[in-house]
């Protein structure tokens, strides 16, 4: 029985942006499949690793579809569909419950697996929130911030992004334990809300919805937020994630009301001094040494071959004497998800966490724990 004929093109372009959900390998054969649904002129394609899922959604104007569901491999008919010729028509077909992808003289059959045997989330409970927001407005507070968020930290609420809903304000914030930061934007589709929420969302689907922003521009996002889930829609595609359960630590406590030194550097030139000293740094704590003395700050690093490296920039506003240690990793990473040209650094002393700050963004924070060296 023949389903559909897709060009090409067509059935890459709806399969890529799912495919980094399905894990290599999965004890559930059938979470390395993906749920094909044909409805009325709509083919959706679902991929799901039990925590997140994904459906991109193609409208076939010229076909209604008899309801069909159906799983096949994901990443064999993706590396099936892009290896076929661009210019010809690819035609798939059920036939004795296995998926025939056909084009010209090429053919492939697919073994299929049960549609309901398929693990689909399940929200049941309402709403707790709903907003709209333009796709570059959440592309840029989620780069903002996501460097930050802990890998496989077993504080498991570490893993992921905390967003919170306070009043007009969508608040971003993620911490490993070493660093933290902080973002906020006005969401602007809310005329006037007094309501506050928060929830954490996995690391992965932080990922994921980063992966797909990158490729819409100046489109309109739907964010729901439920009790344990959070929904995001936008034209042909969503993304559904359970959320991580836990109290994420109090990031006002951690972000310093004030400080004596204020400095101010030119990012690209503080980069890159910072990545030439930090080819001396030891292996196992990277560490390197800031030494202020009015408008100079002195960077140092050493390692445990006696080996030494030094660089002197000239600051901006500088003031004041300080002799302090961090994580050149933090801070590098940090400055290369900064897009400014200027940035801030504010010290209080040497065992006090410095705050970096973004003059092309004044809600942005960055703050990192100092090191002893």
Same mark, same amino acid.
């Given at each position: %029985?023949?389903?559909?004929?897709f060009?090409?093109?067509? $059935? ?22 993906? $749920?094909?649904?044909?409805?009325e002129?709509?083919v959706s394609?679902?991929? #799901? &690793?039990?925590?997140?899922?994904m ?11 008899k309801?069909?569901?159906?799983t096949v491999?994901?990443r064999? $008919? ?14 798939? #077909?059920?036939i ?7 084009q ?5 059959s ?14 049941? &409970? ?8 333009? #796709? &570059? ?9 996501s460097?930050? %968020? ?9 893993n992921?992004?905390f967003?919170?809903?306070n009043?007009m304000?969508?608040?971003? *914030?993620?911490? &490993? ?8 934007i006005?969401?602007s589709?809310l ?6 929420l928060s ?5 992965k ?6 992966k797909?922003?990158?490729t819409?521009?100046d489109?309109?996002?739907e ?20 959320l ?12 310093p009301?004030? #400080? =004596?030194?204020?400095v ?7 980069l ?9 740094t030891?292996d ?10 009015g408008?100079?700050? *002195? ?10 490296a ?8 500088? =003031? ?10 933090? $801070?590098i ?21 410095? *705050?970096?700050?973004?003059f092309?963004?004044?809600?942005? =924070?960055? *703050? ?6």
């Amino acid at each position: %029985m023949e389903i559909i004929k897709f060009n090409k093109d067509e $059935l890459t372009s709806t399969l890529q942006p799912i495919l980094s959900v399905v894990e290599r390998r999965n004890a559930l054969p059938i979470l390395l499949n993906v $749920l094909m649904t044909f409805r009325e002129n709509k083919v959706s394609f679902t991929t #799901s &690793d039990i925590e997140i899922e994904m459906t991109s959604t193609l409208i076939k104007e010229d076909y209604e579809f008899k309801d069909l569901k159906l799983t096949v491999s994901a990443r064999k $008919l993706f590396e099936i569909s892009k290896s076929l010729s661009d210019n010809k028509a690819v035609i798939l #077909s059920l036939i004795k419950d296995k998926l025939v992808v056909k084009q010209d003289q090429s053919k492939f059959s697919l073994q299929t697996l049960p549609a309901d045997d398929f693990p689909l989330l399940n929200i049941k &409970d309402e709403k707790k929130f709903k907003f709209t927001l333009k #796709s &570059d407005e959440i592309k840029a507070l989620l780069d903002s911030v996501s460097f930050s %968020m802990a890998i496989q930290d077993v504080r498991y609420y570490l893993n992921g992004l905390f967003l919170q809903i306070n009043g007009m304000d969508l608040i971003a *914030v993620t911490t &490993d334990g070493h660093r933290l930061c902080f973002n906020k934007i006005i969401i602007s589709s809310l005329k006037e809300s007094s309501e506050s929420l928060s929830c954490i969302v996995p690391r992965k689907a932080v990922i994921e919805l980063q992966k797909i922003l990158s490729t819409e521009r100046d489109i309109n996002i739907e964010i729901c937020i439920h009790s344990n889930y959070i929904e995001i829609s936008l034209p042909g595609k969503k993304l559904i994630s359970k959320l991580i359960e836990g109290n994420y630590p109090d990031y006002q406590k951690v972000i310093p009301n004030d #400080s =004596k030194h204020k400095v101010m550097f030119n990012k690209n030139e503080f980069l890159e001094k910072l990545s030439r000293v930090s080819i001396l740094t030891s292996d196992k704590y990277r560490g390197v040494r800031i030494t202020l003395d009015g408008e100079t700050a *002195v960077l140092q690093s050493t390692n445990s071959d006696q080996e030494e490296a030094t660089e002197k920039i000239i600051t901006e506003e500088g =003031k004041g004497e300080l002799d302090i240690g961090f994580n050149v990793t933090y $801070l590098i990473e940090v400055l290369n998800n900064i897009n400014a040209e200027k940035v801030g650094f504010s010290f209080n002393d040497s065992q006090s966490s410095a *705050v970096i700050s973004n003059f092309e963004d004044k809600e942005f =924070k960055y *703050v990192v724990m100092p090191m002893r060296l």
